[in-house]
């Protein structure tokens, strides 16, 4: 399973992007039955968790940071997952990563996830 990231880019602080991450490949389609999630990681810092869903949607993990901002969703017809960002603050600026959760759950921790994307760059300005 391949996945491919976009949306990123430079935004100003309170503004929006919506990042999308869709999978390809010969099993793309099995990750309707994964939990998916997005994860951050800025320049001399550890990645971390920013929000996951379970495998039928229903179920959404965000991490304190922002909860009440970001929204996840996913449309198992395309193969995509999406993050929106609202409110957008300077220290939201890092590389996005989604990835392929190892079960049906909307897990937090990095361990849990089989697949990641490339990432793409979000750069919020004060």
């Known amino acids: 399973v391949q996945l491919q990231a976009s949306g990123g880019g430079l935004v100003q602080a309170g503004g929006s992007l919506r990042l999308s991450c869709a999978a390809s490949g010969r099993y793309a389609r099995t990750i309707s039955n994964n939990g998916m999630g997005w994860f951050r990681q800025a320049p001399g810092k550890e990645r971390e968790f920013v929000a996951a869903?379970?495998?039928?949607?229903?179920?959404?993990n965000y991490a304190d940071s922002v909860k009440g901002r970001f929204t996840i969703s996913r449309d198992n017809a395309k193969n995509t997952v999406y993050l929106q960002m609202d409110s957008l603050k300077p220290e939201d600026t890092a590389v996005y990563y989604c990835?392929?959760?190892?079960?049906?759950?909307?897990?937090?921790?990095?361990?849990?996830?089989?697949?990641w994307g490339q990432g793409t760059l979000v750069t919020v300005s004060s």
């Open positions: 990835a392929v959760a190892r079960s049906a759950m909307a897990a937090s921790s990095r361990e849990y996830y089989q697949y």
């Open positions: 869903i379970g495998w039928r949607g229903g179920a959404a």
